[in-house]
């Protein structure tokens, strides 16, 4: 009689939904990695640059520039200074500007600037500096640009971690109904232990367990099933990574797959691997509070 008559969550189709809701979450997190990774590389890369233009066309601009130099080199705060090549100058242009022909002597219809590159640390008055010598030249800071691409970058950030959250609220609103259904399919069963003797914790700790040992089984579906959608996407990004690295093998083998994983950043796997069990915590929890006041609601 007992087995009839014990009460249990009965639902098939809870581990699907926590499958699909931790590729869901899965994919979030890889996007949150990303962003945060590309963030970060804005903000590294434009808050110690600026480029500087000089036109060759001023009196005395060779000289100038070569003093402009020495007195940068010089310069305390700034780390770097490079003077880009005319051909350097030319291919940067050359989308905008058209090919020019050098090999057979045609010079470039237009006087292009000398370029110079600057590091310099935060603080220094770099147009002070430049102005002084070479009042014609245009400086291009890239530090004002620092703060618009660390507030975009953090925007970005908040909608990423809101769109986990919003999936986190999803699946725990999913577990509830399902665990609730199930319970209410099985009061008959439920008014029956309890009335000789079965405590609410005993009942709720029973369905919550079944919640967890279901949820921790959709997590694992769901993160298999995510795993070669994201070895795909690491496959492509690769190239992305470092520019000098060696392209990925062909993905004709397990292990050549598996490779791609050293592409992902370790905080995101980890992230991966304790999607199952939070899934599992998160069923847990909800099959509890579910269970315990729909328990106390009973007449």
Same mark, same amino acid.
């Given at each position: 009689?007992?087995?009839? $008559?014990? =009460?249990?969550?009965?639902?098939?189709?809870?581990?699907?939904?926590?499958?699909?809701?931790?590729?869901?979450?899965?994919? +979030?997190?890889?996007?949150?990695?990303?962003?945060?990774?590309?963030?970060?590389?804005?903000?590294? #890369?434009?808050?110690?640059?600026?480029?500087?233009? $000089?036109?060759?066309?001023?009196?005395?601009?060779?000289?100038?520039?070569?003093?402009?130099? @020495?007195?940068?080199?010089?310069?305390?705060?700034?780390?770097?200074? @490079?003077?880009?090549?005319?051909? @350097?100058?030319?291919?940067?242009?050359?989308?905008?500007?058209?090919?020019?022909?050098? @090999?057979?002597?045609?010079?470039? *219809?237009?006087?292009?600037?000398?370029?110079?590159?600057?590091?310099?640390?935060?603080?220094?008055?770099?147009?002070?500096?430049?102005?002084?010598?070479? &009042?014609?030249?245009?400086?291009?800071?890239?530090?004002?640009?620092?703060?618009?691409?660390?507030?975009?970058?953090?925007?970005?950030?908040?909608?990423?971690?809101? *769109?986990?959250?919003?999936? #986190?609220?999803?699946?725990?609103?999913?577990? %509830?109904?399902?665990?609730?259904?199930?319970?209410?399919?099985?009061?008959?069963?439920?008014?029956? /232990?309890?009335? $000789?003797?079965?405590?609410?914790?005993?009942?709720?700790?029973?369905?919550?367990?079944?919640?967890?040992?279901?949820?921790?089984? %959709?997590?694992?579906?769901?993160?298999?099933?995510?795993?070669? /959608?994201?070895?795909?996407?690491?496959?492509?990004?690769?190239?992305?990574?470092?520019?000098?690295?060696? =392209? &990925?093998? =062909? *993905?004709?083998?397990?292990? +050549?797959?598996?490779?791609?994983?050293?592409?992902?950043?370790?905080?995101?796997?980890?992230?991966?691997?304790?999607?199952?069990?939070?899934?599992?915590?998160?069923?847990?929890?909800?099959?509890?509070?579910?269970?315990?006041?729909?328990?106390?609601?009973?007449?």
């Amino acid at each position: 009689m007992s087995g009839p $008559i014990s =009460p249990g969550l009965r639902s098939g189709s809870l581990p699907v939904l926590v499958a699909l809701m931790t590729m869901l979450a899965g994919l +979030a997190l890889a996007g949150l990695t990303g962003i945060q990774a590309l963030a970060e590389s804005w903000n590294t #890369a434009a808050q110690s640059s600026a480029t500087i233009e $000089i036109p060759t066309d001023a009196d005395h601009a060779q000289s100038r520039t070569d003093h402009l130099l @020495k007195t940068l080199h010089e310069t305390p705060g700034v780390t770097d200074t @490079k003077l880009l090549t005319p051909e @350097k100058v030319r291919s940067l242009l050359a989308p905008w500007l058209g090919e020019t022909d050098d @090999k057979a002597g045609k010079p470039p *219809a237009l006087s292009l600037p000398a370029v110079l590159v600057v590091r310099h640390e935060h603080g220094i008055d770099l147009e002070a500096v430049v102005h002084a010598l070479f &009042p014609e030249a245009i400086i291009e800071e890239d530090m004002r640009w620092s703060i618009r691409l660390q507030r975009l970058g953090s925007s970005l950030v908040g909608c990423a971690w809101l *769109a986990v959250s919003l999936i #986190a609220a999803v699946a725990v609103l999913s577990v %509830g109904i399902t665990v609730r259904r199930s319970v209410s399919a099985q009061r008959r069963a439920v008014e029956i /232990i309890h009335a $000789i003797g079965a405590t609410d914790r005993q009942i709720s700790g029973k369905i919550a367990r079944r919640a967890a040992g279901l949820s921790l089984l %959709g997590g694992i579906m769901g993160l298999g099933a995510l795993a070669p /959608i994201l070895m795909f996407l690491a496959r492509l990004l690769a190239p992305f990574q470092d520019q000098n690295a060696q =392209p &990925p093998p =062909p *993905a004709d083998t397990l292990a +050549a797959w598996s490779a791609t994983l050293s592409v992902l950043p370790h905080s995101l796997l980890e992230m991966l691997a304790s999607l199952p069990f939070l899934a599992a915590l998160l069923g847990w929890l909800t099959a509890q509070s579910v269970v315990l006041v729909w328990l106390r609601r009973l007449p």
